[in-house]
């Protein structure tokens, strides 16, 4: 646990230090989109089922929160391998799953934060907030864990985290774009309404756009839950043994 | 009970790579062990398996009698380990960096900070402690490199060629320190490709070459090895020149 929250200390004094980058990051590009697609782009559109701003927003949010674990869990590995940061970590005297965990934790904290911010936005700059609490934080909170642990599978299963880079940035755009980000499942025909149902952003963009406008079409909570809970199936596993593989011996 | 003992031990990277073959070697408490050989002779591997951070492919490595494998944890929270390459923040300054390596070994509060600001005063760190250690020298890079190796308190001192590229005033210092530290019944484990470095910090010296120890003991046994009568200056150049043959 000391050495969950040392990490996760780590990372905020890092912030702290690039606090004019972390606020551009957390605040003013997720205020933007809102403010352009959200406020903009969704007053020209007819408004349908609340509008797009309601349909978009949750969206916004979704990206935060897997973004935030990315950009967290991420740039730790990739910091921990060019500059052996991660030496330093697996020099500690914890276990390499306490490691694991800190790292998981570390993004899960950092998606949860950068959610919370963007949810504050879309109030303040489209007076969207959720009707239902305990369902977005449930969602919130498995999507951050989820991606945390994407990010150490993709970046880890590579020989070296550099070619995994490039493997997120292949995945990243299509996650985002086809994940039912920007509008909403039901919007969706044969064949995308298939491809979007194998991207785990699709169920937490519709858990979040159920919570925040429960009347509007949206995925039904026994078919998100089951979606995420494939996910954490697969990636709980699948993250601990890329995890363990890579650093029972270090050889970067 | 040695303070270090392997046993046979060999490493081959996953690329099939020999690293390490047949190592045994024993270092008693209060030693300064001196581990020489050659750019790629297999050093940073055998440190490498010291600090826990490569299992052996076979044979067994045990710190204060714990199994590497088993309880490197355990071993971890006694041993201090100057990698060969720095492995520093660079998202930190150097001040935060130590505290940062007290608290990920969970020392609170109360026990690290003095400890670091007697570290940074002994290395004479002071000046740079805000400083981002992306703008350090090589030498001040090492020095707080060092400082994050005692930090903790270990009782073995793992250390992976930690003078190199240093300035001989870095070198003293770094010398200073180990000494300091082996006066106070602290064993040391050291890599280096100095001669005159592992004959003048350590008690008994192994030579590697091409994975294996080919020669071990101290300078006196290590010049007699080499065909010298006395344990006279250079005896252990001589028996390097001798362990490693055409390669130099």
Redesign the interface.
């Known amino acids: 646990m ?2 969950m929250l ?2 996760l ?2 990372a905020a ?2 912030d702290i ?2 606090a004019r980058l972390t606020a551009v990051r957390m605040l003013v590009q997720p205020a933007v989109y809102l403010f352009v697609f959200g406020h903009v782009v969704g007053g020209m559109l007819p408004a349908q089922n609340g509008g797009y701003a309601g349909i978009m927003a949750p969206g916004i949010v979704a990206i935060s929160l897997i973004t935030g674990p990315f950009v967290t869990v991420g740039g730790g590995v990739i ?1 921990g391998y060019y ?13 390499l799953r306490a490691i694991l965990a800190a790292l998981v934790f570390g993004g899960l904290c950092y998606g949860l934060i950068g959610g919370a911010v963007v949810a504050a936005l879309v109030w303040a700059i489209l007076g969207l907030a959720p009707q239902n609490a305990g369902y977005m934080a449930l969602t919130a909170t498995v999507g951050a864990l989820l991606f945390s642990l994407f990010t150490l599978v993709v970046l880890l299963v590579p020989e070296t985290p550099d070619k995994g880079q490039e493997v997120f940035s292949f995945l990243m755009m299509p996650m985002t774009f086809f994940g039912c980000t920007f509008y909403s499942y039901d919007m969706l025909g044969a064949p995308f309404s298939y491809l979007a149902l194998m991207l785990p952003t699709t169920y937490i963009a519709e858990g979040l756009r159920a919570a925040y406008r429960p009347d509007s079409p949206h995925m039904e909570a026994g078919m998100v839950l089951a979606g995420l809970s494939l996910a954490a199936a697969v990636l709980v596993p699948l993250a601990d043994w890329a995890f363990r593989r890579r650093f ?4 970067w | 009970m040695a303070a270090v003992s392997a046993d046979n031990v060999a490493f081959v990277y996953p690329s099939g790579v020999k690293a390490v073959e047949g190592l045994s070697i024993c270092v008693r408490h209060g030693e300064v062990y001196g581990l020489l050989g050659l750019n790629g002779a297999g050093k940073t591997s055998v440190i490498k398996m010291l600090a826990t951070l490569l299992r052996p492919t076979s044979g067994s490595i045990r710190i204060f009698d714990l199994d590497t494998m088993e309880r490197p944890a355990e071993i971890k929270r006694r041993i201090g380990v100057v990698p060969q390459e720095n492995n520093l923040d660079t998202y930190l300054d150097v001040r935060q960096n130590l505290i940062f390596h007290c608290r990920y070994a969970g020392m609170a509060k109360k026990i690290y900070a003095p400890l670091v600001d007697e570290w940074l005063a002994l290395l004479g760190l002071e000046g740079k402690a805000t400083e981002s250690v992306l703008r350090l020298s090589g030498g001040t890079k090492r020095k707080a490199m060092l400082a994050k190796a005692f930090l903790t308190g270990p009782e073995l001192l793992i250390l992976d060629e930690p003078t190199a590229g240093l300035d001989p005033d870095v070198r003293a210092l770094l010398w200073d320190r180990v000494g300091e530290f082996r006066r106070n019944g602290g064993t040391v484990f050291l890599s280096t490709h100095y001669l005159e470095e592992a004959e003048r910090l350590c008690d008994r010296i192994g030579i590697l070459h091409s994975g294996r120890v080919v020669a071990e003991g101290t300078v006196a046994d290590l010049a007699h090895w080499a065909g010298q009568a006395s344990a006279q200056q250079g005896g252990v150049a001589a028996a390097f020149r001798r362990a490693v043959g055409g390669c130099l």
């Open positions: 000391k050495f040392a990490l200390r780590r004094t890092a230090a690039a910091s500059f052996r940061t991660m030496e330093e970590w697996l020099l500690a005297p914890v276990s029972r011996d270090f050889t």
